[in-house]
């Protein structure tokens, strides 16, 4: 059974900082591609970064410069840094192995003062 489990959301300021993590289990995570997905409080949804199981990384116009993503394979886990938030990064952050339709719970990210 795949799981997938965000963790690391919050309430954080503009300008803040926040560290998501996404630990997965009963998939091979170290050959799937991997991506963050958000889905804003108007049911938009943007994949915001992603990264090859060789460490290749993509990012959206809207968040480049400011978010990273990266994988450690021996925790079955990928991450994101995000600095310098905006309200506008306000979202239910999922991680997900791309092309493969699984999808963790989620977790929020809040940016106001």
């Known amino acids: 059974q795949v799981q997938l489990a965000e963790s690391g959301g919050g309430l954080v300021q503009p300008g803040g900082s926040l560290r998501l993590s996404c630990a997965a289990s009963?998939?091979?995570?170290?050959?799937?591609?991997m991506g963050w997905t958000r889905q804003t409080p108007r049911n938009q949804r943007e994949l915001v970064a992603t990264?090859?199981?060789?460490?290749?990384?993509n990012y959206a116009d809207s968040v480049k410069g400011r978010f990273t993503i990266s994988r450690d394979n021996a925790k079955n886990t990928v991450y994101l840094q995000m600095n310098s938030l905006k309200p506008e990064d306000t979202a239910v952050y999922y991680c997900?192995?791309?092309?493969?339709?699984?999808w963790g719970q989620g977790t929020q990210v809040t940016v106001s003062s």
């Open positions: 997900t192995p791309l092309r493969t339709g699984y």
């Open positions: 009963g998939i091979m995570f170290s050959i799937h591609d």
């Open positions: 990264i090859t199981s060789g460490g290749s990384t």
